[in-house]
């Protein structure tokens, strides 16, 4: 099976710009989450959508939006970027919450998209 | 709430040494924990899950970790290191009870080196 696929891999964007960023997912995985990556922060959880709804969000503004579509693939939308926006963007995705009970698992990550903002 | 606490951000040692990244986690409820590696400019891998079956959890690359919740920790060890493992090691734990189980919440991570 192919893996988690991120495009663009690299973006350099200017401060008030707004970008889109894409994940497919492991076929089959219909849950897709968005971490952000950055060396003052760490990793830090975005937000996890589901058969095309956002069950999870983190503590990120409302800049920061998402959406699934019907064949699971995931975009996230950064508006009116800011300098402290540049990150390692990392897309994973996970064959959980095909609701019923749920097994803990993991998730498996894409390569990521390095935003760079001037 | 849930967090995790790496308690060395670098560790380093010599090619065939033993390799021991410490990390302890505070759940309110049962949880998931896992260790992912990151290698330069590449995505994280999975290394290991606990899942609350075996305390004593083995992964791939030879690398192993142990559930004590007594003392809510998870290391993560080899018994040998290779150069190959030079990498960052992260911690992570999760809960259906605290944002389910596909929200992962990251320790700050671990920058392992391993000289010859």
């Known amino acids: 099976k192919a893996g988690v696929t991120q495009t663009p891999r690299y973006l350099i964007k200017t401060r008030g710009q707004q970008v889109t960023l894409s994940c497919s997912p492991i076929?089959?995985?219909?849950?897709v989450s968005w971490y952000q990556q950055t060396p003052g922060q760490g990793l830090q959880f975005l937000f996890e959508y589901f058969s095309e709804t956002q069950r999870n969000k983190g503590n990120f503004p409302g800049r920061f939006s998402g959406r699934q579509f019907s064949n699971s693939r995931s975009e996230m939308n950064v508006s009116t970027l800011e300098l402290g926006d540049s990150a390692l963007y990392l897309c994973a995705s996970s064959p959980l919450g095909s609701g019923g009970a749920e097994i803990s698992g993991a998730q498996y990550f894409g390569p990521g998209t390095r935003l760079t903002v001037l | 709430a849930q967090s995790v606490t790496q308690l060395d951000s670098h560790v380093s040692v010599s090619e065939g040494t033993p390799v021991l990244l410490r990390c302890n986690y505070s759940s309110s409820y049962s949880p998931s924990l896992f260790w992912y590696v990151q290698h330069p400019n590449k995505g994280l891998q999975l290394l290991l899950k606990?899942?609350?079956?075996?305390?004593l959890v083995k992964g791939i690359n030879g690398f192993e970790a142990e559930f004590k919740k007594s003392e809510t920790s998870f290391h993560l060890t080899k018994p040998s290191a290779h150069m190959s493992d030079a990498a960052e090691y992260f911690c992570v734990v999760t809960s259906p009870f605290s944002g389910g189980y596909n929200k992962l919440i990251f320790g700050a991570g671990t920058r392992l080196a391993v000289h010859p």
């Open positions: 606990y899942t609350s079956a075996a305390t």
């Open positions: 076929s089959g995985h219909r849950s």
